[in-house]
């Protein structure tokens, strides 16, 4: 049975920093590249990262690039977002998902706000 499971959401203030993680099971989590989305109050799905299936290769939406960082741990299958320099429109649902085999976590939420 495929899970993901985000975790490290919360209240943060505009300029602060949160680490997200994925813990994933049920699948290869090392063979798979991995994607975290966002989804903010009232709007569609937001691609904002993927990292390849070894780590060696990132890739982020122009949006987020440069504050945010993607990175995973296949030992520990665990995928993880570093957000520095939040800001109020970064608040979302917060999810990692495998685009290949259709999976995606419940998500986590991350607010910004003062």
Do not use: H
């Not at 899970?3 to 049920?26: I, M, T």
């Not at 975290?36 to 990132?58: C, F, H, M, Y």
């Amino acid at each position: 049975q495929v899970q993901l499971v985000e975790s490290g959401g919360g209240l943060v203030q505009p300029g602060g920093s949160l680490r997200l993680s994925c813990a994933a099971s049920g699948f290869a989590f090392s063979n798979y590249w991995m994607y975290w989305v966002r989804q903010a109050p009232g709007k569609g799905l937001e691609w904002i990262s993927t990292i390849n299936n070894d780590g060696e290769s990132t890739y982020y939406d122009d949006a987020v690039k440069g504050r945010f960082t993607i990175s995973r741990d296949n030992a520990k299958n665990t995928l993880f977002l570093q957000m520095t320099s939040l800001k109020s429109e970064d608040t979302a649902v917060y999810y990692c998902a495998n685009i290949v085999r259709g999976d995606l976590g419940k998500g986590t939420l991350v607010t910004v706000s003062s």
